[in-house]
């Protein structure tokens, strides 16, 4: 079936420090979304990707779909407190069907 | 304006009790979704409607039931709750799941479900 893998499950990085989730897929992905939960919050939806090998940038945030369009990337630069939370992953498969990662719960130590 | 809200916000109930809770959007979306968010943080999608018609039905147990009376609202029933029910659902919507540029989720506060 359609699985995707997020990784690590869990990130504690120093204030300042950069940080990176990555989600890869056993199949070719239509696209992926991006979403962030801060804690006690709802799933806020940060980005979406469509193109084979697209970069696209949000201030600190850097968001990357691979070449073959089965694996994407967040990447953080410099760290703030704000960015507490956790970061899920959400490809969309060609059949429509999406599906959330399992998500990566960042912590950030000032 | 809140453009999902569900109700209740917290919900706490004994085992074997029936309770809804209902979700609405005022986004004009066609498409809503319910999930169930563990405490282990997975969110798993339970069902999804498009224009008040079931095109998502995960493996879930049939104590869970989806009504659509409307393409701007989907409620959520559990029959007989369980310890294991205890979790936060979370509605959502989108523009039309069928177009991928239309898809970008709007969830809602979530609905913290307590089973003693």
């Known amino acids: 079936g359609q699985q995707v893998m997020q990784i690590p499950q869990y990130q504690h990085v120093q204030e300042g420090e950069d940080f990176t989730t990555y989600c890869n897929s056993s199949?070719?992905?239509?696209?992926i979304q991006w979403y962030k939960q801060r804690p006690g919050g709802h799933p806020v939806f940060l980005i979406q990707l469509v193109k084979s090998g697209e970069v696209k940038k949000q201030k600190r945030l850097t968001f990357q779909f691979g070449e073959a369009k089965k694996n994407s990337s967040l990447h953080i630069t410099a760290t703030q407190t704000t960015d507490v939370g956790t970061y899920f992953c959400a490809p969309r498969y060609n059949n429509n069907d999406m599906r959330f990662g399992a998500g990566t719960r960042l912590t950030v130590k000032p | 304006d809140t453009a999902v809200s569900q109700t209740p916000k917290y919900l706490v109930t004994q085992m074997g009790n029936d309770k809804s809770i209902k979700c609405e959007q005022n986004l004009g979306h066609d498409t809503m979704y319910w999930y169930k968010q563990d405490s282990k943080k997975f969110l798993k999608i339970m069902f999804s409607?498009?224009?008040?018609?079931?095109?998502i039905n995960e493996t879930v147990p049939n104590r869970f039931s989806p009504k659509s009376p409307d393409k701007a609202h989907l409620n959520l029933h559990i029959n007989s709750l369980e310890l294991g029910d205890s979790a936060v659902y979370f509605c959502?919507?989108?523009?039309?799941?069928?177009?991928?540029?239309?898809?970008?989720?709007?969830f809602g506060p979530g609905t913290r479900l307590t089973v003693l």
């Open positions: 959502a919507s989108s523009q039309d799941y069928s177009v991928p540029s239309y898809n970008e989720q709007f």
């Open positions: 409607y498009n224009n008040k018609e079931l095109i």
């Open positions: 199949t070719t992905l239509s696209n």
